[in-house]
């Protein structure tokens, strides 16, 4: 698999250096649009035949004038240009994976707290809340990842209706999920889900130690794009967790 890195960061040279533990191709890096001019940035792709680009620069980079037609978009921050992003995707019959986060362990903490949503929601003394911590130099507040889970849990929460802002503290409005933002330090990330009523505190925790979760699952969505033709534009990453977890076991009534 031949791959083409768009950002030099933490994350793009944590998936080069999987790339390279696993035997493949040194991966080109090409940097960041503010270190290198967007035009320099698709001279050095077109010069570079790539199966597999990796976006992990900014959010209004792009690759697909590079000719790369499978995407693994890991940055964050585009949220709101996805429908172009979808449509340019679909006119060049290109096919991406996008994900705010993609860490195999972090998808499926999404599903577990989907579940303890299902189950504390109806009980009105369990008041939900989150809080991220990342290093102090983390520009996004909140995270893509953060956000996703706040999202996630006012979808499903019968008595939250928006997310609180971190910027707006203190506002005691029963309908607003409390989301809390902490940058400092070196932290690559932690994300606390917590339920609190008067007598007990149930929390649910997942901590990264460093990038390379993350780095396995972006290579994970560049293999599950190669293994087959994908329709063109954007795949969620949970269709990639699905493939990798198989197909659900049967049960067998006994008796």
């Known amino acids: 698999m031949e791959t083409i890195i768009f950002g030099g960061g933490r994350l793009g040279?944590?998936?080069?250096?999987?790339?390279?533990?696993r035997g493949e191709s040194a991966p080109t890096i090409v940097g960041r649009p503010d270190r290198a001019h967007p035009d320099d940035r698709m001279r050095i792709a077109k010069r570079t035949p790539a199966d597999v680009a990796f976006e992990?620069?900014?959010?209004?980079?792009?690759?697909l004038d590079a000719g790369v037609r499978r995407l693994v978009i890991a940055t964050t921050a585009w949220s709101s240009d996805r429908p172009a992003v979808e449509?340019?995707?679909?006119?060049?019959?290109a096919a991406a994976v996008g994900s705010a986060n993609f860490?195999?362990?972090m998808?499926?903490?999404?599903?577990l707290v989907d579940r303890?949503?299902?189950?504390?929601?109806?009980?009105?003394?369990?008041?939900?809340y989150l809080v991220e911590w990342h290093r102090a130099a983390k520009p996004d507040r909140p995270s893509g990842t953060a956000r996703e889970l706040a999202l996630r849990i006012v979808a499903a929460h019968p008595r939250k209706r928006r997310i609180a802002d971190p910027a707006r503290p203190g506002s005691a409005d029963p309908a607003e999920l409390e989301l809390a933002v902490v940058r400092a330090g070196a932290s690559p990330?932690?994300?606390?889900?917590?339920f609190d009523a008067p007598g007990e505190t149930v929390e649910l925790r997942i901590t990264a130690r460093d990038r390379s979760a993350y780095a396995a699952g972006a290579i994970a969505a560049a293999d599950w794009l190669c293994e087959a033709r994908r329709p063109p534009?954007?795949?969620?990453?949970?269709?990639?967790?699905?493939?990798?977890?198989?197909p659900a076991p049967r049960l067998v009534a006994v008796g």
């Open 103 to 105: 860490s195999l362990g």
């Open 13 to 21: 040279t944590a998936i080069a250096a999987a790339l390279r533990e």
């Open 116 to 128: 303890a949503v299902e189950l504390f929601g109806p009980l009105a003394d369990f008041d939900p």
């Open 107 to 111: 998808h499926l903490f999404g599903r």
């Open 189 to 194: 990330g932690v994300h606390t889900v917590g």
């Open 56 to 63: 992990c620069s900014r959010g209004d980079a792009a690759a």
């Open 233 to 246: 534009g954007i795949h969620d990453f949970d269709r990639v967790v699905d493939g990798l977890l198989g």
């Open 87 to 93: 449509r340019l995707l679909r006119d060049r019959g």
